[in-house]
C-alpha cells in the first residue's frame, strides 16, 4: 500500500508502546559483544566469573534468592540488568553503589516483600511489579531520579500520597500491578498520580472486578487496564472505577487486555465511553459470557475516532446476529476494527455512515458481505483479509456502491476469477488492491479496476500475463511474487509502472528487451529465480550491468545461475558466454573463413614448394621400386656395373670429358654417362633411375648452370632418395663453380640441404692445388668392387 494511505489507526494503537520506546532509550543485542545472557540457567547466585566489561546481564528466570554488594560491585559499566521471574525477597539498592551507571533494572515478578534505600540517580527504568509488597515500595531517594521515565510498582494497598515522592517527576509510564490489591467492603482508598504520560494497570485475572479506588492522574494520555472480569451486577463498579481515570481531557487512548464480560455491560461502557474525550479504543482478547441480546445504544456525539477489537471468544451460541452487528454498523466513528473475531457478517449501516476505515481481518465473512451496500460513501479503506471470499467478481459488485474507496485489501481468502463471462464492475476510485494470497490465475488480469495504481498479486497460481489485457495506465508498484511466471512482464500494457516485484516465480529465461521497455522503472526485485545460465540470458545480463544497483534489488546475491549443472549456484554477475558460442551464424561463418583461409595457405605451399613435381617423382620412384622388390637379391648384387654415375649440366660437359673423365678412367673406375649409357627406348627418368642403381657413386657437378637444369635436380633427387633407402654414403658433389644461396630456386630446396649439411669437393682454380682434389677423388672410391658387365663377365 501507498504510504499515504495506510490506515492511520495503526499508528495509535502502539502509542503507548512507543512512549516507552522513546523514554527509556535502552536498546537490548545478543549480538552485543558486552551482553551477557545467563538466563534459565537454574542459578542461585550471581556467578563470580563475568566480563569486567559487562553492560548488559540477562539473569532472568533462574533461582536467585538475595543479591549482596559482592555480586554487582566488579561490573562498574553495567547499564543494564535483568533479574526477574526469580525468588528475591530483599533488596538492599545499595548493592548497586559501585553501579553508577545503572539505568536499567528489572525485579519483576521476584517474591520481594521490603526494599532499603539507597540514594541511586541513573536509573531510567526500574521494575519492581509483580512482587508481595504490602505498600507501593517508594524511597524518598526516587525524588532524585531526574531521568526516570518507566516505574513498576506492586501493592496491596494504596494511600493518595504514597507517590508523593515522585509527584514532581514527569514519568512516560507507570505499571501498577493490583493483583493482590484488598480492601474491605464499602471502603473506598485514592491515590493520587500527578505527572504520568501512560498509566497501566494489572488486576487480578480470574476475580470479579470490586476494586474501589479513586485515581487521578495529571496529564494522563493512555490509560490501558488488564485483566477485567465483569458481569451484569459488578458491571457499574467498574464504570464508576473509570470516572476518575477519564476525566481528564488529556486522555486519548484507552485499551482493555484481556477482559470478560457481558454482553449488556460491554454496551454499558461503550455508552459510557462514548462522550468521554477518548479517540482511541482498543480492546484485545475480548470474552463474551452469559447472552447477547438487543441493547439500546445512543450514538451521540463522540470524540471517539477508533474502535479496535481483536481477538473475541463468543461463548454465547444461541443469540440474535442483529442485536451484535448493529451496535457497530452504526457507530458514527471514522476507523472500526474487528478482528479474529468468529463473526460471519456484518450489517450495512441504516443511514450514510462515517466510516473511512474498516478492518475486518480474520473472520468469516462470505461474498455476501456489504452485498448492494450504498451508505459506505465515506469509505476509504476496507480490509477483508482471512475471510470466506471466494469470487472476485462479486467482490468487484461489493465495492460499486463506495465511492470513496481507494484502498481494498482482500488477501489470505479463496478468491477466484475466470467465473464470470461478464466483464468486472468496479469502482473507480480504488488506487491500492491486495489480491494476493489467493488462488487466482492468468484471468485476473482481466478483472481489475480501471485506475488502480498498487496491484499486489503475489502468492497465487499465474502463469503469465496475457497480452491481450485492459491496459492498465496508472498501475505504478505491481507484486506478482511467489507464482510461476516464467517471463518478466513487459509495459505496453503498463506504462507508468516503476515497482515491479517478480521474485519466487519460474523465470529461466527473462526478456532481453524489458529493461527497453519500462523506462520508467524505479525498483526491480526478481531474485530467487531459475535462471538458465544458457546463450538466451546473455543480452538480459548485459542489460542488468546497466541498471543502478538501487533499482535492481537483492543484486546480486539474489540472482543465480539453476542451470546447467556446472554454473548452479553462480551469481549471474559471474556468467559469461562469447559471442562465438552463442551465435550459430557467426560460428558457421568464422568456421568457413578459417577452412578457406587453411585451403588458400596450403594451396600456396604447394604451389611454393612445387608440390606437384615431388609427387610425380614419388610416384615413378615407388614403381620402380615396385619391379625392383621382384628381382632376387643375387641379382641385384651382380647388377652393379659401374663405379659412378656422372650427372652434370650440358653446359659444363666440356668440364667432364676434358677433366673428370679421362681422370677417373685412367684410374680404372667405370663411368656411367647418359650420352652413352642410357637404353634407347626407356623414359628419361627410367633411365636416370637404372643408371643410379646400378652405380656403386653419384657424382653430380655443382654450378649455376646444374641450378637451372631441371633433368640435373631430377636426378639429384633420385641419388638422395637412393641414399636413405640403401643406408650408404654414395653421393659425392663436386662444386665447379660457387653457387649463390639466393639464386637456388626454392623449389630445389633439397640441394640446398645438401650443400649446407655435407661436404663437397670445389674445383680449384690453381693447378697447384689439383693434385689434393684428385686424391679426395681417389679416397671416395677405396673399395674395391666386383662389377658385372652387361655381357656377364665379371671384372675386378
Same mark, same amino acid.
Given at each position: 500500500? #501507498?504510504?499515504?494511505?495506510?490506515?492511520?489507526?495503526?499508528?495509535?494503537?502502539?502509542?503507548?508502546?512507543?512512549?516507552?520506546?522513546?523514554?527509556?532509550?535502552?536498546?537490548?543485542?545478543?549480538?552485543?559483544?558486552?551482553?551477557?545472557?545467563?538466563?534459565?540457567?537454574?542459578?542461585?547466585?550471581?556467578?563470580?566469573?563475568?566480563?569486567?566489561?559487562?553492560?548488559?546481564?540477562?539473569?532472568?528466570?533462574?533461582?536467585?534468592?538475595?543479591?549482596?554488594?559482592?555480586?554487582?560491585?566488579?561490573?562498574?559499566?553495567?547499564?543494564?540488568?535483568?533479574?526477574?521471574?526469580?525468588?528475591?525477597?530483599?533488596?538492599?539498592?545499595?548493592?548497586?553503589?559501585?553501579?553508577?551507571?545503572?539505568?536499567?533494572?528489572?525485579?519483576?515478578?521476584?517474591?520481594?516483600?521490603?526494599?532499603?534505600?539507597?540514594?541511586?540517580?541513573?536509573?531510567?527504568?526500574?521494575?519492581?511489579?509483580?512482587?508481595?509488597?504490602?505498600?507501593?515500595?517508594?524511597?524518598?531517594?526516587?525524588?532524585?531520579?531526574?531521568?526516570?521515565?518507566? =516505574?513498576?510498582?506492586?501493592? /496491596?494497598?494504596?494511600?493518595?500520597?504514597?507517590?508523593?515522592?515522585?509527584?514532581?517527576? @514527569?514519568?512516560?509510564?507507570?505499571?501498577?500491578?493490583?493483583?493482590?490489591?484488598?480492601?474491605?467492603?464499602?471502603?473506598?482508598?485514592?491515590?493520587?498520580?500527578?505527572?504520568?504520560?501512560?498509566?497501566?494497570?494489572?488486576?487480578?485475572?480470574?476475580?470479579?472486578?470490586?476494586?474501589?479506588?479513586?485515581?487521578?492522574?495529571?496529564?494522563?494520555?493512555?490509560?490501558?487496564? #488488564?485483566? $477485567?472480569?465483569?458481569?451484569?451486577?459488578?458491571?457499574?463498579?467498574?464504570?464508576?472505577?473509570?470516572?476518575?481515570? !477519564?476525566?481528564?481531557?488529556? %486522555?486519548?487512548?484507552?485499551?482493555?487486555? @484481556?477482559?470478560?464480560? !457481558?454482553?449488556?455491560?460491554?454496551?454499558?461502557?461503550?455508552?459510557?465511553?462514548?462522550?468521554?474525550?477518548?479517540?482511541?479504543?482498543?480492546?484485545?482478547?475480548?470474552?463474551?459470557?452469559?447472552?447477547?441480546?438487543?441493547?439500546?445504544?445512543?450514538?451521540?456525539?463522540?470524540?471517539?475516532?477508533?474502535?479496535?477489537?481483536?481477538?473475541?471468544?463468543?461463548?454465547?451460541?444461541?443469540?440474535?446476529? #442483529?442485536?451484535?452487528?448493529?451496535?457497530?454498523?452504526?457507530?458514527?466513528?471514522? /476507523?472500526?476494527?474487528?478482528?479474529?473475531?468468529?463473526?460471519?457478517?456484518?450489517?450495512?449501516?441504516?443511514?450514510?455512515? #462515517?466510516?473511512?476505515?474498516? +478492518?475486518?481481518?480474520?473472520?468469516?465473512?462470505? &461474498?455476501?458481505?456489504?452485498?448492494?451496500?450504498?451508505?459506505?460513501?465515506? =469509505?476509504? !479503506?476496507?480490509?477483508?483479509?482471512?475471510?470466506? %471470499?471466494?469470487?472476485?467478481?462479486?467482490?468487484?459488485?461489493? !465495492?460499486?456502491?463506495?465511492?470513496?474507496?481507494?484502498?481494498?485489501?482482500?488477501?489470505?481468502?479463496? %478468491?477466484?476469477?475466470?467465473?464470470?463471462?461478464?466483464?468486472?464492475?468496479?469502482?473507480?476510485?480504488?488506487?491500492?488492491?491486495?489480491?494476493?494470497?489467493?488462488?487466482?490465475?492468468?484471468?485476473?488480469?482481466?478483472?481489475?479496476?480501471?485506475?488502480?495504481?498498487?496491484? &499486489?498479486?503475489?502468492? +497465487?497460481?499465474?502463469?503469465?500475463?496475457?497480452?491481450?489485457?485492459?491496459?492498465?495506465? *496508472?498501475?505504478?508498484?505491481?507484486?506478482?511474487?511467489?507464482?510461476?511466471?516464467?517471463?518478466?512482464?513487459?509495459?505496453?500494457?503498463?506504462?507508468?509502472?516503476?515497482?515491479?516485484?517478480?521474485?519466487?516465480?519460474?523465470?529461466?529465461?527473462?526478456?532481453?528487451?524489458?529493461?527497453?521497455?519500462?523506462?520508467?522503472?524505479?525498483?526491480?526485485?526478481?531474485?530467487?529465480?531459475?535462471?538458465?545460465?544458457?546463450?538466451?540470458?546473455?543480452?538480459?545480463?548485459?542489460?542488468? &550491468?546497466?541498471?543502478?544497483?538501487?533499482?535492481?534489488?537483492?543484486?546480486?546475491?539474489?540472482?543465480?545461475?539453476?542451470?546447467?549443472?556446472?554454473?548452479?549456484?553462480?551469481?549471474?554477475?559471474?556468467? @559469461?558466454?562469447?559471442?562465438?558460442?552463442? +551465435?550459430?551464424?557467426?560460428?558457421?561463418?568464422?568456421?568457413?573463413?578459417? /577452412?578457406?583461409?587453411?585451403?588458400?595457405?596450403?594451396?600456396?605451399?604447394?604451389?611454393?614448394?612445387?608440390?606437384?613435381?615431388?609427387?610425380?617423382?614419388?610416384?615413378?620412384?615407388?614403381?620402380?621400386?615396385?619391379? *625392383?622388390?621382384?628381382?632376387?637379391?643375387?641379382?641385384?648384387?651382380?647388377?652393379?656395373?659401374?663405379?659412378?654415375?656422372?650427372?652434370?649440366?650440358?653446359?659444363?660437359?666440356?668440364?667432364?670429358?676434358?677433366?673428370?673423365?679421362?681422370?677417373?678412367?685412367?684410374? &680404372? $673406375?667405370?663411368?656411367?654417362?647418359?650420352?652413352?649409357?642410357?637404353?634407347?627406348?626407356?623414359?628419361?627418368?627410367?633411365?636416370?633411375?637404372?643408371?643410379?642403381?646400378?652405380?656403386?657413386?653419384?657424382?653430380?657437378?655443382?654450378?649455376?648452370?646444374?641450378?637451372?637444369?631441371?633433368?640435373? @635436380?631430377?636426378?639429384?633427387?633420385?641419388?638422395?632418395?637412393?641414399?636413405?633407402?640403401?643406408?650408404? +654414403?654414395?653421393?659425392?658433389?663436386?662444386?665447379?663453380?660457387?653457387?649463390?644461396?639466393?639464386?637456388?630456386?626454392?623449389?630445389?630446396?633439397?640441394?640446398? *640441404?645438401?650443400?649446407?649439411?655435407?661436404?663437397?669437393?670445389?674445383?680449384?682454380?690453381?693447378?697447384?692445388?689439383?693434385?689434393?682434389?684428385? *686424391?679426395?677423388?681417389?679416397?671416395?672410391?677405396?673399395?674395391?668392387?666386383?662389377?658385372?658387365?652387361?655381357?656377364?663377365?665379371?671384372?675386378?
Amino acid at each position: 500500500m #501507498t504510504k499515504d494511505k495506510e490506515p492511520i489507526v495503526k499508528s495509535f494503537h502502539f502509542v503507548c508502546l512507543m512512549i516507552i520506546i522513546v523514554g527509556t532509550r535502552i536498546q537490548f543485542s545478543d549480538g552485543n559483544e558486552f551482553a551477557v545472557d545467563k538466563s534459565k540457567r537454574g542459578l542461585i547466585h550471581v556467578p563470580k566469573d563475568l566480563p569486567l566489561k559487562t553492560k548488559v546481564l540477562d539473569m532472568s528466570q533462574n533461582y536467585i534468592a538475595e543479591l549482596q554488594v559482592s555480586d554487582m560491585s566488579f561490573l562498574s559499566e553495567l547499564t543494564v540488568l535483568r533479574l526477574s521471574h526469580n525468588r528475591i525477597q530483599l533488596l538492599d539498592l545499595s548493592v548497586f553503589k559501585f553501579n553508577q551507571d545503572l539505568e536499567y533494572l528489572d525485579l519483576s515478578h521476584n517474591q520481594l516483600q521490603k526494599i532499603s534505600c539507597h540514594p541511586i540517580v541513573s536509573f531510567r527504568h526500574l521494575d519492581l511489579s509483580f512482587n508481595d509488597f504490602k505498600a507501593l515500595p517508594i524511597c524518598k531517594e526516587f525524588g532524585n531520579l531526574s531521568q526516570l521515565n518507566f =516505574l513498576g510498582l506492586s501493592a /496491596m494497598k494504596l494511600q493518595k500520597l504514597d507517590l508523593l515522592p515522585i509527584a514532581h517527576l @514527569h514519568l512516560s509510564y507507570i505499571l501498577l500491578d493490583l493483583r493482590n490489591y484488598y480492601i474491605k467492603e464499602n471502603e473506598t482508598e485514592s491515590l493520587q498520580i500527578l505527572n504520568a504520560k501512560t498509566l497501566h494497570l494489572v488486576f487480578h485475572p480470574t476475580s470479579l472486578f470490586a476494586i474501589q479506588v479513586n485515581i487521578s492522574v495529571n496529564t494522563l494520555g493512555c490509560l490501558q487496564l #488488564t485483566n $477485567i472480569k465483569l458481569n451484569d451486577d459488578n458491571c457499574q463498579v467498574f464504570i464508576k472505577f473509570l470516572s476518575e481515570l !477519564t476525566r481528564g481531557p488529556t %486522555l486519548l487512548n484507552f485499551t482493555l487486555n @484481556h477482559i470478560e464480560t !457481558t454482553w449488556k455491560c460491554l454496551v454499558r461502557v461503550f455508552q459510557f465511553l462514548w462522550p468521554k474525550p477518548v479517540e482511541y479504543l482498543n480492546i484485545y482478547n475480548l470474552t463474551i459470557i452469559e447472552s447477547i441480546r438487543e441493547e439500546d445504544f445512543t450514538y451521540s456525539k463522540t470524540t471517539l475516532k477508533a474502535l479496535t477489537i481483536e481477538h473475541i471468544t463468543n461463548q454465547v451460541f444461541l443469540f440474535s446476529q #442483529t442485536a451484535l452487528y448493529t451496535v457497530f454498523s452504526e457507530m458514527n466513528i471514522m /476507523m472500526l476494527t474487528i478482528s479474529d473475531t468468529p463473526f460471519i457478517h456484518m450489517l450495512c449501516p441504516h443511514a450514510p455512515s #462515517t466510516f473511512k476505515f474498516l +478492518n475486518f481481518t480474520q473472520n468469516v465473512f462470505t &461474498d455476501s458481505i456489504f452485498e448492494k451496500c450504498s451508505t459506505l460513501v465515506k =469509505l476509504e !479503506t476496507l480490509i477483508l483479509q482471512k475471510n470466506g %471470499l471466494k469470487d472476485l467478481f462479486k467482490v468487484g459488485l461489493m !465495492t460499486k456502491d463506495m465511492p470513496s474507496l481507494e484502498i481494498l485489501d482482500v488477501s489470505w481468502n479463496s %478468491l477466484e476469477s475466470g467465473r464470470h463471462k461478464e466483464n468486472c464492475t468496479w469502482v473507480e476510485s480504488i488506487v491500492v488492491l491486495n489480491l494476493s494470497s489467493n488462488m487466482l490465475t492468468d484471468s485476473v488480469f482481466r478483472c481489475l479496476p480501471p485506475r488502480i495504481k498498487v496491484l &499486489d498479486l503475489h502468492s +497465487n497460481k499465474i502463469k503469465s500475463i496475457p497480452k491481450q489485457v485492459v491496459k492498465l495506465e *496508472a498501475l505504478q508498484e505491481l507484486n506478482v511474487a511467489f507464482n510461476s511466471l516464467t517471463d518478466l512482464p513487459g509495459c505496453g500494457s503498463f506504462s507508468s509502472l516503476s515497482v515491479l516485484i517478480i521474485d519466487h516465480n519460474s523465470v529461466s529465461h527473462p526478456s532481453a528487451d524489458f529493461f527497453q521497455s519500462c523506462q520508467k522503472m524505479r525498483s526491480i526485485k526478481a531474485g530467487d529465480n531459475p535462471f538458465q545460465c544458457t546463450c538466451e540470458l546473455r543480452e538480459f545480463v548485459k542489460n542488468i &550491468d546497466q541498471v543502478s544497483s538501487e533499482v535492481l534489488e537483492g543484486w546480486p546475491d539474489s540472482y543465480k545461475c539453476d542451470y546447467p549443472e556446472s554454473y548452479r549456484g553462480s551469481p549471474l554477475k559471474d556468467f @559469461h558466454m562469447s559471442e562465438l558460442s552463442c +551465435n550459430i551464424t557467426l560460428l558457421i561463418v568464422t568456421i568457413g573463413a578459417t /577452412m578457406l583461409v587453411l585451403a588458400v595457405t596450403v594451396t600456396s605451399l604447394c604451389i611454393y614448394l612445387d608440390l606437384p613435381w615431388y609427387l610425380r617423382m614419388v610416384c615413378q620412384w615407388t614403381q620402380t621400386r615396385r619391379r *625392383a622388390r621382384n628381382i632376387p637379391l643375387e641379382e641385384l648384387q651382380r647388377n652393379l656395373q659401374f663405379h659412378a654415375f656422372i650427372s652434370y649440366s650440358e653446359h659444363d660437359s666440356a668440364w667432364v670429358k676434358s677433366e673428370l673423365v679421362p681422370y677417373l678412367e685412367k684410374e &680404372d $673406375i667405370q663411368i656411367c654417362l647418359h650420352e652413352r649409357n642410357f637404353v634407347p627406348g626407356k623414359s628419361i627418368v627410367e633411365n636416370i633411375i637404372n643408371c643410379i642403381e646400378k652405380s656403386y657413386k653419384s657424382i653430380f657437378v655443382l654450378s649455376p648452370n646444374f641450378v637451372q637444369s631441371e633433368w640435373c @635436380h631430377y636426378e639429384l633427387y633420385f641419388a638422395h632418395h637412393n641414399l636413405f633407402h640403401e643406408g650408404s +654414403n654414395n653421393l659425392i658433389l663436386i662444386l665447379l663453380e660457387p653457387i649463390p644461396q639466393n639464386s637456388i630456386p626454392n623449389k630445389y630446396h633439397k640441394l640446398k *640441404a645438401l650443400m649446407t649439411q655435407r661436404t663437397y669437393l670445389q674445383w680449384p682454380k690453381e693447378k697447384s692445388k689439383r693434385g689434393l682434389f684428385w *686424391a679426395n677423388i681417389r679416397a671416395a672410391f677405396n673399395m674395391k668392387l666386383t662389377l658385372v658387365t652387361e655381357n656377364n663377365d665379371v671384372k675386378s
